[in-house]
T-cell receptor, first 114, second 108 residues
């Protein structure tokens, strides 16, 4: 079974631009969560999608948004990029919403904002 | 949010057992205890989780204190590939709140 895939793996953007990151979950997984990892703040939860609806949201500004498609694939968008948005963005998939258990993480997208 | 406290780093010898402690004194009755690890340049990897009883799987064992205010991840025989940052996390559902984790170094 293929794992979680994220594209692109690396991205360089300029301050003020916007960016869209993509995540394909493991086949059959319906929940997709997004995390931001930085050296200073560690791993922080962004949001979770299930059945094309955002179910949980972390403490991030509205510039960070996402969506999920009917095939469970998810995209994350960051508008008006700031230097502090430079980070590793990870997505994780799991079978269902609201059940404690295994989440499978992708390799991440490394975003650099200059 | 319930928080966890872990040592910043630990060292172990290869092929010896490793006990990674985690304190979570403010845990609520519905919080699950999860352990994930992150190897260099990779996303986190699920290790084990539990609620009240001790748990075993092919990777590790999780020992949970009777009052649930602490837990210990046990790697039975550390290998060089186990060198990683280990995160102890409390969660309800899929929303994981990661702390600083413990960096485990394994010496040959």
């Amino acid at each position: 079974k293929a794992g979680v895939t994220q594209t692109p793996r690396y991205l360089i953007k300029t301050r003020g631009q916007q960016v869209t990151l993509s995540c394909s979950p493991i086949s059959g997984h319906r929940s997709v969560s997004w995390y931001q990892q930085t050296p200073g703040q560690g791993l922080q939860f962004l949001f979770e999608y299930f059945s094309e609806t955002q179910r949980n949201k972390g403490n991030f500004p509205g510039r960070f948004s996402g969506r999920q498609f009917s095939n469970s694939r998810s995209e994350m968008n960051v508008s008006t990029l700031e230097l502090g948005d430079s980070a590793l963005y990870l997505c994780a998939s799991s079978l269902q919403l609201g059940l404690a258990g295994e989440q499978y993480f992708g390799p991440g997208t490394r975003l650099t904002v200059t | 949010d319930a928080k966890t406290t872990q040592p910043n780093s630990m060292e172990s010898n290869e092929e010896e057992p490793v006990h990674l402690p985690c304190n979570h004194s403010t845990i609520s009755g519905t919080d699950y205890i999860h352990w994930y690890r992150q190897l260099p340049s990779q996303g986190p990897e699920y290790v084990i989780h539990g609620l009240t009883s001790n748990v075993n799987n092919r990777m590790a064992s999780l020992a949970i204190a009777e009052d649930r205010k602490s837990s210990t991840l046990i790697l039975h025989r550390a290998t060089l590939r186990d060198a990683a940052v280990y995160y102890c996390i409390l969660s309800i559902g899929n929303m994981l709140t990661f702390g600083g984790g413990t960096r485990l170094m394994v010496k040959p």
